[in-house]
């Protein structure tokens, strides 16, 4: 939601330097790829609900706090800190769904899950460019305190806890406490998860080490790992130059060029309403092919047309620009890059789930720590590339990338995937 504002916070702040610029926005994201690491581990003990709620009163307070920095450093610093509570749905949404929902059915409510983190940062930007040209840049963040107390105030009334070990181990405490020793002998209750293996120590030692082992370990999450990387990274380093096309290129004030984003969400949103319909019926498909068994193979054909679109997209996007066409010209293309991004995303998170389904909030961690990461990255260079480069070979740079390690994965892994899960000690077998 910052970066159309964040020329006017570099003025205010006497920043000069694009890659300083840009990180005041991206350091957002370089805590989403830490906080996953904690943040899971704690949901299995203290419960998903519970940590969700509180990791949102961080997130509220440090957020509040930027709209009052007074420097540059201080605004860095509460983005990494705000970014750490923001993280919190990424680190446990996935095992919320999978506390909820069987593997038939999962396709569709991952797909709608999936689509509102991609979809904030197409109406925030939106939003913020408006408030960035009607008032100050702290109202962005003012602005969206105002909302995420209102999102608390529904999590506090709804939010129900769902996984499953921390809601039997509550039960079994009720039943200790409701024992009387005098009226009936006091017998030893305890839950079938109830093991040495639920003590804290273990649960963080586990879950903090087993990311890094799944990514170093198993080559499923090498290779859709660093392909959602660059998916990831992609997507901000659009959302960190779209005010640069329109305000410079084609001479649209602000609040004008912000709505460009919204170009961003017709792809985003077209797409995954398509995809939520087809992902279970595919894979009920082919489950039924195969005589009644599932494999998480059968996630992957939705991601076909992703492949092709993300690089087409950034093509279009690119030479549009560069050409200086009309406004729409640039717009189709980032649309199709909106397209081609959650249809990837959303056959990647899925198979990743189905892959791993008992260790499914690790693998998520190991992937989220490389997207973020890239998120992170990839905008500090991107005024670097297309100063030297140009919006057309900068993005076709982009292009042949997505094309070099996204358009051969859903093949590899249709033909591989299941012999590649045979030899690993975590995967699906």
């Keep these: 939601m910052m970066a159309p504002a964040s020329d006017q916070i570099a003025a205010q702040f006497g920043i000069t330097n694009s890659a300083v610029i840009a990180l005041l926005t991206s350091v957002f994201v370089l805590a989403y790829a830490c906080g996953p690491l904690f943040l899971g581990p704690l949901s299995e003990i203290f419960g998903r609900s519970r940590v969700l ?37 990424l680190a446990i949404g996935g095992g919320v769904i999978g506390d909820c929902w069987r593997t038939e059915e999962r396709g569709q409510a991952i797909a709608l899950y999936s689509l509102a983190p991609l979809l904030g940062p197409v109406i925030g930007p939106a939003c913020g460019a408006w408030i960035a040209e009607r008032s100050t840049w702290r109202w962005v963040f003012w602005a969206t305190s105002i909302v995420d107390a209102f999102i608390q105030f529904l999590g506090v009334l709804f939010l129900r806890e769902t996984f499953a070990p921390f809601l039997l181990e509550q039960k079994a405490k009720r039943i200790r406490m409701s024992m009387d020793p005098e009226k009936a002998r006091t017998r030893h209750v305890r839950t079938a998860f109830d093991t040495s293996d639920r003590h804290w120590r273990s649960i963080f030692s586990k879950a903090l080490i087993r990311p890094f082992k799944l990514f170093f370990r198993e080559p499923i999450i090498q290779l859709l790992g660093i392909y959602m990387a660059f998916i990831y990274g992609t ?7 779209i005010p640069a096309i329109f305000e410079t290129t084609y001479g649209e004030d602000v609040g004008i060029a912000g709505l460009n984003y919204f170009a ?31 494999k998480p193979e059968y996630r992957l054909p939705s991601m076909v047309p992703g492949t092709f ?34 249809l990837n995303f959303q056959c990647i998170q899925t198979y990743v789930i189905d892959a791993f389904t008992l260790h499914a909030a690790s693998a998520l961690a190991a992937v989220t720590f490389l997207r973020s990461c890239a998120g992170f990255g990839f905008p500090l260079f991107a005024p670097a590339m297309y100063n030297a480069l140009g919006y057309g070979k900068g993005d076709t740079i982009l292009a042949a990338v997505a094309i070099v390690i996204g358009c051969p994965a859903p093949w590899l892994f249709w033909h591989y995937g299941e012999r590649i899960r045979a030899a690993s000690a975590y995967a699906r077998k």
């Design 264 to 294: 961003l969400g017709v792809g985003l949103t077209g797409a995954s309403q398509v995809n939520a319909r087809m992902l279970d019926k595919i894979y009920k498909y082919f489950q039924k092919k195969n005589g009644g068994v599932g």
């Design 309 to 342: 679109l993300l690089p087409a997209g950034l093509f279009i996007t690119g030479w549009t620009a560069q050409a200086k066409t009309h406004w729409i010209g640039p717009d189709i293309g980032i649309a199709l890059v909106g397209a081609g991004t959650i």
């Design 53 to 89: 709620q509180l990791a949102n009163l961080w997130y509220l307070a440090w957020n509040l706090g930027c709209g009052f920095a007074q420097n540059e450093g201080q605004l860095i610093a509460f983005r990494f800190l705000a970014g750490l509570g923001g993280s919190a749905p």
């Design 235 to 241: 997507l901000y380093l659009f959302l960190t130059t």
